[in-house]
C-alpha cells in the first residue's frame, strides 16, 4: 500500500508520546494561527480561483469562522485535558475515580471542497487538541487550495506527526485500506453514498467515525412571519457561497398565499444583494465544476422559474433562482441541490410541513420562520434534524458553543468547540484502588451468603432520589 509507510511513520510519533504535553499541543494550534495570519491573501486568492468565492465570504467562513475555533480551544484547551472526578458508591469512597482523556492515535480527515479550508481545519483543531496525530486529505476538486494546503501546511506543522496527502478517489480508496484510529469525513451533495464507502472501509478495522452529509433541509415558513425579513434571511443563506452550502435551506414549505408574497419579497432581496445583473456581482459565486454545473442545470426543469434561471457554462454561472410550484416528484426535490436554487413546495398548513418533513430522511438542518414563537417551537418539537434554526438560516454553526453534526442519512457524530476535542477524544473509564483495605473487598469473595448479598447491596445499590426507606 503506497500509504502504509505514512501511516506507520505517524503511528510511531504517536507512540512515543510526542503529542500528549499540553506545550506541545498549543505550540501545534499556535502555528495554525499563523498559518491563517500569513496565508489569508493566498487562501482568498485560492478560494476565488476555485469556485469564485467573493472575498467577504471567504474572510468569514474560511478565516474567522477558523480563528474563533481556535481561540475557544486554544482558551479552554488545559481545562478540557484535565482528569474529570466522578461520582463514587460507598465501596469506593476511599479510591480514586476519574476519566481520563486519552487521543486516539492516528486519524484521518477527509475535506470537501465547499469550504475547503474551514472543512479540514475545525476538525484539525480538536484533533490536535486532542493529541492526536494526523492525516490530512483536502478536496482535489478545489485545485488551487489543495495545492496551497500540500505546499504551506508542512512549514507551519510537525512533519512527523501531521501530513497532508493529496488524493483522487483511487488513491482515497487505497489510502482507506490502512488502519486509522478515527475517521472523520464531512461529505458534500450526494454524500451518504459515500459515507457508506467510508464507513465500510473503517468497518474492516473496527475504526469510529464522524460522517457529515448533509442532505435536503426544509425551510417552512408560515403564514405568520415578516416576509422582508423572511425573505432577505432565506436568501443569504441559499445563495451564499452560491448555495454550495451543506446546510443551506434546500426548499421552501409554505402556503400558495405565502407563495405569492414571498416571491416579490425574494426578488427584491436578491436585487438588494447582487443588483439586477447577478452575474457582474463581485459578491455572488461560481459553480466549482463542470460535472456540478450540468446537474444543476438539469433541476431548473422542476416547477416554473419565477425568479433567475439564467446560466452560462462557461462561466459555470447559474443565477440566483427561485422555483414556484414545485411538485415533491419533480426532479429538484430527488436530491440535496447544492447550488443557488430555491424550490418553493406548496403545503395546506403547518401540521402538513411537519408531516412533509417527516416523511423524508432527517435533514441536517431545519429551518422555521413565523412571528409566533409557539409555531416555532411546533416544528422543533415535532421534527428531527441534526440542527435547527428559528427566523433566520445558517446562523446556528457560528456558535462553537453548539454542536454541530447530522442524524441519520445527515451523519452521524459532532464537532464545533469542545464538541471536536470530545471527537477525537477517547473518554477513559478509572478506577485507582489502594493496595490496603482489603478487609473491605471480602463482601464480594466466595463463599457467598446472604448476609454477604444484603451488605452489598447496601453499599453498591444507587436509590432513586426521593425515595424513603422505612426501618
Not at 467573493?54 to 478565516?63: D, K, N, V, W
Not at 448533509?214 to 425551510?219: F, L, R, S, T
Not at 451564499?240 to 443551506?248: D, L, P
Not at 454561472?317 to 426535490?333: E, K, R
Amino acid at each position: 500500500n503506497p500509504y502504509a509507510g505514512l501511516v506507520s511513520h505517524l503511528r510511531a510519533a504517536w507512540l512515543s508520546g510526542k503529542t500528549r504535553p499540553l506545550e506541545y499541543r498549543v505550540a501545534q494550534l499556535e502555528a495554525l494561527g499563523r498559518f491563517l495570519d500569513e496565508k489569508k491573501q493566498d487562501i482568498l486568492e485560492a478560494t476565488a480561483l476555485d469556485m469564485g468565492k467573493p472575498s467577504f465570504e471567504a474572510y468569514f467562513t474560511e478565516i474567522l469562522l477558523c480563528k474563533n475555533e481556535l481561540n475557544t480551544t486554544l482558551n479552554n484547551l488545559s481545562h478540557w485535558m484535565k482528569d474529570e472526578c466522578v461520582d463514587k458508591n460507598l465501596v469506593t469512597q476511599l479510591d480514586s475515580a476519574f476519566i481520563r482523556k486519552d487521543p486516539y492515535g492516528v486519524v484521518l480527515i477527509i475535506a470537501p471542497w465547499n469550504y475547503p479550508i474551514h472543512l479540514f481545519l475545525v476538525p484539525l483543531i480538536g484533533a490536535i487538541a486532542a493529541g492526536n496525530c494526523v492525516i490530512i486529505k483536502p478536496s482535489e476538486t478545489t485545485k488551487n487550495t489543495e495545492r496551497l494546503i500540500a505546499e504551506m501546511l508542512s512549514c507551519y506543522l510537525d512533519n512527523d506527526c501531521f501530513a497532508v496527502v493529496t488524493a483522487g478517489v483511487q488513491e482515497t480508496t487505497r489510502l482507506l485500506e490502512n488502519k486509522f484510529d478515527y475517521i472523520f469525513y464531512t461529505g458534500t451533495s450526494r454524500s451518504p453514498s459515500v459515507g457508506r464507502i467510508i464507513m465500510t472501509a473503517a468497518a474492516k478495522h473496527l475504526t469510529p467515525v464522524t460522517l457529515e452529509l448533509g442532505g435536503k433541509n426544509p425551510c417552512y415558513v408560515s403564514d405568520t412571519c415578516d416576509v422582508q425579513n423572511t425573505a432577505r434571511r432565506v436568501a443569504w443563506g441559499r445563495f451564499f457561497n452560491a448555495g454550495q452550502t451543506c446546510i443551506a435551506p434546500d426548499y421552501v414549505l409554505c402556503s400558495l398565499e405565502m407563495q405569492e408574497k414571498l416571491m416579490p419579497a425574494l426578488r427584491e432581496a436578491i436585487t438588494e444583494f447582487f443588483g439586477s445583473n447577478p452575474r457582474e456581482s463581485p459578491d455572488f459565486g461560481r459553480i466549482v465544476g463542470d460535472k456540478q454545473f450540468r446537474r444543476i442545470r438539469a433541476l431548473l426543469c422542476s416547477g416554473r422559474v419565477a425568479i433567475g434561471g439564467q446560466t452560462d457554462e462557461k462561466e459555470r454561472y447559474i443565477a440566483p433562482t427561485v422555483l414556484a410550484d414545485v411538485l415533491p416528484s419533480d426532479p429538484a426535490m430527488q436530491e440535496e441541490i447544492f447550488g443557488p436554487v430555491l424550490p418553493i413546495v406548496v403545503v395546506a398548513n403547518m401540521d402538513e410541513a411537519i408531516d412533509f418533513i417527516n416523511a423524508r430522511p432527517r435533514p441536517l438542518a431545519i429551518y422555521a420562520f413565523s412571528c409566533d414563537s409557539k409555531v416555532v417551537n411546533q416544528v422543533l418539537e415535532r421534527t428531527s434534524s441534526g440542527g435547527f434554526c428559528g427566523n433566520d438560516t445558517l446562523m446556528h454553526v457560528t456558535l462553537t458553543s453548539l454542536p454541530f453534526g447530522g442524524i441519520g442519512n445527515s451523519g452521524l457524530g459532532k464537532y464545533h468547540g469542545k464538541f471536536t476535542f470530545d471527537t477525537f477524544t477517547h473518554h477513559r473509564g478509572c478506577l485507582h484502588r489502594s493496595m490496603g483495605r482489603e478487609a473491605l473487598n471480602a463482601l464480594r469473595y466466595p463463599p457467598y451468603s446472604q448476609q454477604k448479598l444484603g451488605l452489598l447491596t447496601t453499599t453498591f445499590e444507587v436509590k432513586r432520589r426521593g425515595m424513603c426507606t422505612l426501618l
